[in-house]
């Protein structure tokens, strides 16, 4: 099994009320694991978001805690509600209403990764996905909760910043010629998971980096920015998809010659998106 549910790493001063998580790029692989699934090892991370806790791991310096997943998503989907458990995979689950991101293969626990590649030659038991959860992703959204609460109470709001990466090609759709392609897209669930003022300032934080921006199309945000965003009570959630092409080669799943400077680009933007969270009030210190 992998070794830890989460990593968190904490600011030796917490000065923002921003909490920045990174919930798919566990790369912990057992070995229990890669003996079962049906894909090498370089198949079984193409749905990972790989090397993007490497660019959110300076958090701590801006005064923001920053937590990152410890199993991967092709074992357990942090971005997923606890019941949203795939019939074609886990036995003894009923099918019930539609559900796009199940019905494609994509629940709790999932059945495929990048490009529908099946995981498993057969099925899971019931026992084993419920010991994913309680082991895996219960731990990881405690914890999530526990520092969105403590941003709460000591500067009266808080915002998730959670980190995604996604394919190059996921922009295909929306790219038009003779326009410089999106390289971030920004998903606040079409203003349902974040004051708008928040993320218009995330958004001018990356036009300053020279970074192209969109939002919520084609990712708006899924389960995460969903369960945390409550604007109308002071919780914010933005989810932010960076374009992989920019730090990284997808094919080979390794940094690009251009990552060093991505990451030291990364982080002037996590200093400023900290600031969207600082306040006047000496904040207290951090557990």
Not at 120 to 141: C, D, F, N
Not at 267 to 272: A, N
């Amino acid at each position: 099994m992998p070794k830890a549910a989460y990593h968190l790493t904490h600011p030796e001063r917490r000065t923002t009320s921003v909490v920045f998580a990174s919930p798919h790029s566990g790369r912990d692989y057992p070995w229990t694991f890669l003996r079962r699934t049906a894909l090498n090892e370089h198949s079984v991370r193409s749905s990972e978001d790989a090397f993007v806790d490497q660019l959110f791991d300076c958090a701590p310096r801006a005064g923001a805690p920053f937590i990152r997943a410890g199993a991967p998503r092709a074992y357990v989907d942090l971005n997923r509600s606890a019941d949203e458990l795939d019939p074609a995979l886990i036995e003894g689950v009923s099918r019930q209403g539609h559900n796009p991101r199940v019905a494609s293969g994509l629940g709790v626990i999932p059945r495929v990764v990048a490009n529908g590649q099946a995981i498993y030659s057969g099925k899971l038991s019931m026992v084993e996905a419920r010991h994913r959860i309680e082991t895996y992703w219960q731990p990881y959204h405690t914890a999530l909760q526990g520092q969105l609460d403590q941003a709460h109470l000591m500067f009266g709001e808080a915002i998730l910043v959670d980190c995604h990466s996604m394919p190059h090609e996921a922009m295909d759709a929306v790219a038009r010629r003779g326009v410089r392609r999106p390289e971030i897209v920004l998903g606040d669930r079409f203003g349902a998971a974040a004051d708008g003022v928040v993320v218009d300032r995330i958004e001018e934080v990356f036009t300053r980096a020279g970074l192209v921006v969109t939002r919520n199309t084609p990712f708006a945000g899924a389960y995460i920015t969903q369960a945390y965003g409550r604007p109308t009570r002071g919780r914010h959630a933005v989810q932010i998809e960076i374009d992989r092409a920019l730090y990284m080669n997808e094919r080979l799943i390794r940094p690009n010659g251009n990552f060093e400077a991505f990451r030291r680009l990364m982080r002037e933007v996590v200093r400023e998106i900290a600031d969207i969270g600082r306040s006047d009030a000496v904040p207290l210190a951090a557990e």
